[in-house]
């Protein structure tokens, strides 16, 4: 059983900054890639950004680049998600995921098979 953890997820003032966490526990897997996904209400869950494992390649949304960015952590497994610049339209439940396989789009929520509870973010005007 695996069990990605996030945490970080608060409240923010607009133009401030947040870093979201997130740790596998449980069973040890290798990632292929992690990932950040969000959902507003009424919305579509949408892709943030990502990290290739091999190499630390990361990938983001074009909406938040140069705005948010992902890391590593020392741990294994373990990312963050870097929140600059933070605007209302943010706010929403933000997901960490995973995935194992080198197949299906590394911008698509069905290609990850681990996923956390999600962490809300609510940023004020």
């Known amino acids: 059983q695996v069990q990605l953890v996030e945490s970080g997820g608060g409240l923010a003032q607009a133009g401030g900054s947040l870093r979201l966490s997130c740790a596998a526990s449980?069973?040890?897997?290798?990632?292929?890639?992690m990932a950040w996904f969000r959902q507003a209400p009424g919305k579509e869950r949408e892709f943030v950004a990502g990290?290739?494992?091999?190499?630390?390649?990361?990938f983001s949304a074009d909406s938040v680049k140069g705005l948010f960015t992902i890391s590593r952590g020392s741990a294994k497994n373990t990312v963050y998600l870097h929140m600059n610049s933070l605007d209302p339209e943010d706010t929403a439940v933000y997901y960490c995921?995973?995935?194992?396989?080198?197949?299906?789009?590394?911008?698509?929520?069905?290609?990850?098979?681990?996923w956390g509870q999600g962490t809300q973010v609510t940023v004020s005007s």
């Open positions: 990290i290739r494992w091999v190499g630390g390649i990361p």
């Open positions: 449980g069973h040890a897997f290798t990632a292929y890639a």
């Open positions: 995921a995973a995935k194992t396989m080198s197949f299906g789009g590394l911008y698509d929520a069905p290609s990850y098979e681990y």
